[in-house]
DNA sequence: AAGATCGAGTAGACACTGTCTACTCACCCA
DNA sequence: TGGGTGAGTAGACAGTGTCTACTCGATCTT
């Protein structure tokens, strides 16, 4: 996952300033970011894109298909935060914490959009292919940790890695890592979590 | 109705417990074992308790009330299976791995549960005291910790350890890691998050 | 050029949901 | 005896997702 260019302008899915159903989307992303994933109903959102409330069933054919292109967008902009903050002369250590912090305060400043993103309930569908969403980034966590950790077995530990990531915003957010320990800040917990699975941080210079 | 119980003289199976109160949590908990979370509506917990759908409402103030209790059923039996299985002659890391391995089990064999017990949209209210119900898990956690690492912080090592076993459980069933390896087992996840966190297991003697 | 076709959006219905309120009714106690 | 009270019933209300009939304008065909 080492796409050097940051190639802007992907048609991709859809055009975002195409129809009606780029703007269901990017109303949706604007309401998941602005209210939460409960106010994400379907009425709602065709309200707000200014249409009645059948019109979104001719783009997207259920409430779930609509949903999932919402965190879809939600992925895409994970990944963006992730390689536009990435230094690629630094160490892949200091890489990884680099990606981990910049998935947490995704996670922290981005509430809504990320409870989506993981709501299987909403989203799981089978052909919808949104897990797939998620490979690059992945990958891009494997070609580090293949780096630093040379003789592992580099899926396994980028997977247990992303799963402790995953977990510490996850709970952080839901409140009970904060009442174990008092404080107000997961970065005890994600230095941890990094000295656990790649090694104690090598001495910067 | 459909009242059988007055005219046979139903001796309640097994707990009597609370009358109506304790027969909606104890539907509820098969509901949300049998059909998942998204089929926990007050109106077909009511419907199975066989009381109309205003009868919960003296019992719950709210339907976010009735699933939080549904959920403390759940962290209550993830406790109960947690100190069944342990077995306090062993080694405090085969204690910890001997949890971590109940914890996913409960997360793969009660998935609608797991999925429950951290919706925190459903259950976050407050002075609930739900996220507290966790607290003696993680503290048995915490205690085992501070045995195999004793220089480390505990209370840190043991919520990245839980976070790492939160995520796996829900990265897992989400299906990114399944995605990842190709595997059908998150055993080596496991693993490596018990050896990152805790070093390389003791050789068994 | 006229008519048929078709995609896109509207409007209404339907079966749900959670909440609220008025009502019944057995029971308990003064 | 009678008044309260707690528990459960029944109906209303607004909101939801889905489905279907309908309109309407643009495009295509002959």
Same mark, same amino acid.
Request: aromatic content about 0%.
């Given at each position: 996952m080492n796409d050097e260019a940051g190639v802007h302008g992907e048609p991709e899915t859809a055009d975002p300033e195409d129809g009606l159903r780029g703007r269901l989307v990017r109303v949706g992303v604007e309401l998941v970011n602005a209210e939460g994933a409960q106010a994400l109903s379907l009425r709602e959102i065709a309200r707000r894109a200014g249409v *009645?409330? #059948?019109?979104?069933r001719r783009h997207f054919p259920t409430h779930l298909d609509l949903l999932s292109a919402i965190a879809r967008q939600g992925f895409a902009e994970l990944g963006a935060r992730v390689t536009a903050e &990435? +230094? $690629?002369? =630094? #160490?892949p250590r200091a890489r990884i914490e680099l990606l981990a912090r910049v998935y947490l305060d995704y996670a922290a400043t981005r509430r809504g959009m990320y409870e989506l993103m993981f709501r299987h309930d909403l989203? $799981? *569908? #089978? +052909?919808?292919g949104l897990r797939e969403t998620s490979l690059p980034l992945f990958a891009h966590l494997t070609g580090l940790v293949a780096r630093v950790r040379? %003789? =592992? &077995?580099a899926a396994v530990v980028a997977g247990a890695l992303w799963a402790n990531l995953h977990g510490i915003a996850q709970l952080w957010h839901w409140g009970s890592l904060r009442l174990a320990t008092g %404080? &107000? &800040?997961p970065a005890p917990f994600l230095t941890a979590a990094l000295d656990a699975h790649l090694g104690p941080a090598e001495p910067t210079p």
């Open positions: *009645s409330h #059948g019109a979104p &990435d +230094r $690629e002369t =630094a #160490g989203l $799981e *569908s #089978g +052909r919808l040379p %003789g =592992a &077995d %404080g &107000d &800040d």
